[in-house]
T-cell receptor, first 114, second 115 residues
Framework: KAGVTQTPRYLIKTRGQQVTLSCSPISGHRSVSWYQQTPGQGLQFLFEYFSETQRNKGNFPGRFSGRQFSNSRSEMNVSTLELGDSALYLC?????????????FGPGTRLTVT | AQTVTQSQPEMSVQEAETVTLSCTYDTSESDYYLFWYKQPPSRQMILVIRQEAYKQQNATENRFSVNFQKAAKSFSLKISDSQLGDAAMYFCAYRSNNQGGKLIFGQGTELSVKP
């Protein structure tokens, strides 16, 4: 069974630009969560999508948005990039939202904003 | 709001020895899950072990076991017979049973294993 995949793996953008990251969950998984990992703030929850609906949202500005498609693939978008958005972005998929189900993480997308 | 605290930024253990990583959390909820994740240099997060709050019995997975003290809100990870491949960043995480898949992570403990 294929694991969670994230594309692209590495990305370099300029301040002010926007970026879209993609996450393909494990087959049969309907929940996708996104996290930002930085040396200063650690791992922070961005949002979760389940069955194409945003289930939960973390404390991030409106520049961060996401969506989920009918095949459960998810994208997150960051507009008007700032230097502080440089981070490793991880997504995790689960069969359903919450409960006893385990979450499986992808390899991450390393975003560098210059 | 729930918080997770890992007070040991770095730990070191000799190969084949035992090491314990500490984690405390704060919550007013009674229904939740606790996890330990491992993140090696590849950055791939790997689930090590999971504990359901309603279970009194401590979870074990091969060489990994936890000491779950619900009243003290403590959740430590014990690694027995440490191996070189155990070297990684370890994160303690909390998940409420009424907030979907949202994980709240501690700051992490960097574990090094000496041959």
């Amino acid at each position: 069974k294929a694991g969670v995949t994230q594309t692209p793996r590495y990305l370099i953008k300029t301040r002010g630009q926007q970026v879209t990251l993609s996450c393909s969950p494990i087959s049969g998984h309907r929940s996708v969560s996104w996290y930002q990992q930085t040396p200063g703030q650690g791992l922070q929850f961005l949002f979760e999508y389940f069955s194409e609906t945003q289930r939960n949202k973390g404390n991030f500005p409106g520049r961060f948005s996401g969506r989920q498609f009918s095949n459960s693939r998810s994208e997150m978008n960051v507009s008007t990039l700032e230097l502080g958005d440089s981070a490793l972005y991880l997504c995790a998929s689960s069969r359903t939202s919450g409960g006893a189900y385990e979450q499986y993480f992808g390899p991450g997308t390393r975003l560098t904003v210059t | 709001a729930q918080t997770v605290t890992q007070s040991q930024p770095e730990m070191s253990v000799q190969e084949a020895e035992t090491v314990t990583l500490s984690c405390t959390y704060d919550t007013s909820e009674s229904d939740y899950y606790l996890f330990w994740y491992k993140q090696p240099p590849s950055r791939q997060m790997i689930l090590v072990i999971r504990q359901e709050a309603y279970k009194q019995q401590n979870a074990t997975e091969n060489r990994f076991s936890v000491n779950f003290q619900k009243a003290a809100k403590s959740f430590s990870l014990k690694i027995s017979d440490s191996q070189l491949g155990d070297a990684a960043m370890y994160f303690c995480a909390y998940r409420s049973n009424n907030q979907g898949g949202k994980l709240i992570f501690g700051q992490g403990t960097e574990l090094s294993v000496k041959p």
